[in-house]
């Protein structure tokens, strides 16, 4: 019997990424699709995919949501408090061992460097203590900790929330714009590369080069927040600087308080610790998983965001 695939959260950006990609490699009929709200698959699951509405916030909903499943792929729980999501984590990875998942593909994020179990971001926080939990349950599930490296398309959060239909004349970071940068991964790219790999997994566990490990996805190359927001003017078409501010100057900036707000606690301080981790490297890294994985060359960020922006 064919081994049965879960998805959850199959919702959001990667999930919806993940399961497009899933459904071009496998029957329809492996697929456990499992969200708040489900019925976004309806047309997967005429075709055969089993639909589940589960919550991370609603713990009792994970019960029995991973029934029947042999191999999930579980979707970091969307915020980057520590506690909250750490618990959200274990819940689920507790939910998928009680209900006989075999292994779990977990998605990390692409800050700590080259692999490392260290990192100055707050938003690595937790999914450093989830790898660490997944670790130590190897007597009863194996996993593969998927670290996705920093999306494209998120650019954002990096450069005060720029909004290219009204773009500042320039972004205010706690950042010079020099010194080591990110290696940018359209995140599409992230679903199919992460989809082609459970489907490795499911075509010989014994030999999966990534069983009770980590793998970094990531671009092709490295780019400085500098070249970043170069690259995003040319692709709306005004020229875009960097203005270094203090840490201070940039958690009262009028649009960032509300982005950076979790179960009624701001984050703004916490958050940017991600601009110290990029300082010290830890987005730097070009892995080439990618392009053994993809079998081509990763989508440049130009290309990117002239589709996104342009």
């Given amino acids: 019997m064919a081994s049965r695939i879960g998805v959850f959260p199959a919702s959001g950006g990667l999930g919806t990424s993940i399961v497009n990609h899933l459904a071009k490699l496998v029957s329809a009929t ?23 509405s589960a919550d991370y916030d609603q713990p009792a909903t994970l019960d029995n949501a991973f029934n029947g499943v042999d191999v999930l792929m579980l979707i970091s729980y969307a915020s980057f408090e520590i506690e909250h999501r750490i618990q959200a984590h274990r819940t689920a990875i507790q939910a998928a061992i009680k209900s006989g998942v075999k292994h779990i593909f977990y998605s990390s994020l692409g800050f700590a460097g080259d692999l490392t179990n260290h990192s100055v971001a707050h938003v690595m926080g937790a999914h450093l203590e989830t790898e660490q939990y997944l670790a130590g349950l190897t007597d009863k599930i194996t996993y593969t900790s998927i670290r996705e490296g920093i999306y494209s398309e998120s650019f954002p959060i990096y450069t005060a929330w720029l909004d290219p239909s009204n773009p500042p004349t320039e972004i205010t970071i706690p950042h010079s714009g020099t010194g080591p940068g990110v290696s940018w991964v359209k995140r599409d790219e992230l679903g199919e590369a992460t989809a082609k790999l459970i489907t490795s997994y499911i075509d010989n566990p014994e030999s999966f080069q990534y069983l009770n490990s980590k793998i970094l996805l990531t671009g092709r190359r490295e780019i400085s927040l500098a070249e970043t927001v170069d690259i995003l003017g040319r692709a709306i078409g005004k020229p875009l600087k960097i203005r270094e501010i203090s840490i201070d100057e940039y958690v009262t900036l009028p649009q960032i308080g509300d982005k950076h707000t979790y179960h009624g606690v701001d984050l703004s301080r916490e958050w940017a610790t991600a601009w110290e981790a990029i300082r010290q490297g830890e987005t730097a890294v070009v892995s ?23």
């Fill in 30 to 52: 492996q697929l456990v699709l499992i969200a708040r709200s489900p019925d976004k698959w309806t047309n997967l699951g005429q075709a055969g995919a089993t639909l589940r």
């Fill in 288 to 310: 080439l998983a990618m392009k053994e994985i993809l079998g081509r060359e990763p989508e440049s960020y130009e290309t990117t965001m002239q589709a996104l922006i342009g």
